[in-house]
């Protein structure tokens, strides 16, 4: 899949799967996401760009800068670092989303986490754009094509 990256209307991601293969390549742990397909790395780039776009205030520029896509690249890590299959079940509710033969499942943040749910690398970057780093959704549990 061919990601639509912003700010072209319609985005899916702020970075481009070479982009982030880039970034990750420079992280001492990339989560796995080297082992990844790309399917499944493009899910994650989308995924992890709504959680973005859902943030409470936020307020996109007009241009893709920098610090965008290292906030984005930041909770990717922090997604693919993170294995939800650890938290327990009756702490979350589990929500599924599919459009044609992709589904996501996604799990909401533990009901004792803080409010604050991006990492702390992610929220530096974000918080600049008005974004208060709680959108609500922990990650991407399964993929299936």
């Not at 009901?111 to 749910?117: E, L, V, Y």
Request: proline share 3%.
């Amino acid at each position: 899949m061919s990601l639509i990256i912003y700010p072209t209307a319609n985005y899916q991601s702020f970075m481009s799967g070479i982009e982030a293969d880039g970034w990750m390549a420079t992280q001492r742990d990339d989560g796995g996401w080297a082992s990844l397909t790309q399917h499944e790395k493009d899910v994650l780039l989308v995924q992890s760009a709504s959680q973005i776009r859902l943030c409470k205030g936020i307020k996109l520029p007009t241009d893709n800068e920098l610090d965008l896509r290292e906030g984005q690249a930041h909770l990717l890590l922090y997604i693919t670092r993170t294995d939800i299959t650890e938290f327990d079940p009756n702490e979350k509710d589990i929500t599924k989303e599919k459009v044609g033969s992709l589904e996501v499942n996604y799990a909401y943040r533990d009901k004792n986490m803080t409010s604050t749910s991006f990492p702390p690398m992610a929220s530096l970057f974000l918080e600049q754009y008005g974004c208060s780093g709680n959108s609500g959704f922990s990650q991407s549990s399964t993929v299936k094509a």
